[in-house]
């Protein structure tokens, strides 16, 4: 089993600035890669950003690309998200996910977090 824990969720501003982190601990988890997926109420989980275990790869989706970074640090057990030039868009509960081989697929997602809420305002 692998556990996630996200924090960082919070308020900002059009254009702000926002860092996600996700605490991940569990047998094997340091083998894991770990993705961002984003929730809006009646619509269907997306996919942000995924790191694969060494951080030698980073995948990330069409609409935060050139915005979002994502990135971990195993010796701390936790992956970041960083957020910038946010938009209203945005808005949404963030979870990250532990995948065997990396992706922004929902449907190969082996253990979720329960997320973390990010409002933009206009």
């Known amino acids: 089993q692998v556990q996630l824990v996200e924090s960082g969720g919070g308020l900002v501003q059009t254009g702000g600035s926002l860092g996600l982190s996700c605490v991940v601990s569990?047998?094997?988890?340091?083998?894991?890669?770990i993705a961002w997926f984003r929730q809006v109420p009646g619509k269907e989980r997306e996919g942000d950003a995924c790191i694969d275990s060494s951080s030698e790869r980073t995948i990330y989706g069409d609409s935060v690309r050139g915005r979002f970074t994502i990135s971990r640090n195993n010796a701390e057990n936790t992956v970041y998200l960083q957020m910038d030039n946010l938009t209203p868009e945005d808005t949404a509960v963030y979870s990250c996910?532990?995948?065997?081989?990396?992706?922004?697929?929902?449907?190969?997602?082996?253990?979720w977090g329960k997320g973390t809420r990010v409002t933009v305002s206009s």
């Open positions: 569990g047998s094997g988890s340091e083998y894991y890669s």
């Open positions: 996910a532990a995948t065997i081989i990396p992706t922004v697929l929902k449907s190969d997602i082996d253990y």
